[in-house]
Structure formats: structure tokens, C-alpha cells
């Protein structure tokens, strides 16, 4: 069974740059795809960003491109979101999510689509 567990989560000023983590364990099984979401106080859930196996495609939600940067380091099964220039609208629990299966590009922001989940990292922005 995957696990997906998150860290790095952590309180910074606006403006401030912080880096997340997310470490896959506990299958030999590939993961595809895999993404950050976040659950923001009295939000939904939503799609941050997305990266595919191998020659990366990456996908990031309107709200966060071109502050954050996701990457993967397939041969250390690490996920990580590298998140500058955070504002007051970026507080939130940040998930993990992974998808043995490939992932057509128009589903990448559906959390249906990922199987895997972890328990979520807590980013808080004071201003």
C-alpha cells in the first residue's frame, strides 16, 4: 500500500518563500502522477499543481503559476512544491496526491483522478 506522508509545512511572513515535501513509500509501484492540493480555512479543496513520469508535464492552478514550482526526484520518490512570494491567499493544509495511472491532461485537477493521499501539511501566511 502507498503512503504518502508531506512535510516542510511551517508558519512565514508574506513574501517569504517555503518548500514542501512529500515522500512516497511502501509500494514499488510507479506513480505516475502526482500533485499538490490544498484546503484553505473554510475552502474546498482544490488542484495546486501536477507532474507526470519521466519527461515531466507539469500543470499548476492560475492562482499559484509562476510563484510555485513543483518537481519530482522519481529515484528518491520524492515530490516536492516549491512555493515563493506567499500571500494571505495562500494559507492552507497543503495534500499530497498520487496516481499509479497516467492522468489525461483535462482530469489533472480532479481529485477523483488520484488514488493516494497523504495527511496534509499545514502552511500559514501572516502578513
Known amino acids: 500500500q502507498v503512503q504518502l506522508a508531506e512535510s516542510g509545512g511551517d508558519i512565514v511572513q508574506a513574501g517569504d518563500p517555503l518548500r514542501l515535501t512529500c515522500a512516497v513509500s511502501?509500494?514499488?509501484?510507479?506513480?505516475?502522477?502526482m500533485g499538490w492540493f490544498r484546503r484553505g480555512p473554510g475552502k474546498e479543496r482544490e488542484f495546486v499543481t501536477s507532474v507526470t513520469y519521466g519527461t515531466p508535464t507539469i500543470y499548476y492552478a492560475d492562482s499559484v503559476k509562476g510563484r510555485f514550482t513543483t518537481s519530482r526526484d522519481s529515484a528518491k520518490n520524492l515530490l516536492y512544491l516549491q512555493m515563493n512570494n506567499l500571500t494571505p491567499n495562500d494559507p492552507a493544509v497543503y495534500y499530497c496526491?498520487?496516481?499509479?495511472?497516467?492522468?489525461?491532461?483535462?482530469?489533472?485537477?480532479?481529485?477523483?483522478?488520484?488514488?493516494?493521499w497523504g495527511q496534509g501539511t499545514q502552511v500559514t501566511v501572516t502578513s
Open positions: 511502501g509500494s514499488h509501484a510507479t506513480m505516475l502522477t
Open positions: 496526491a498520487a496516481s499509479p495511472s497516467g492522468i489525461l491532461p483535462q482530469n489533472m485537477r480532479l481529485e477523483s483522478m488520484y488514488r493516494c
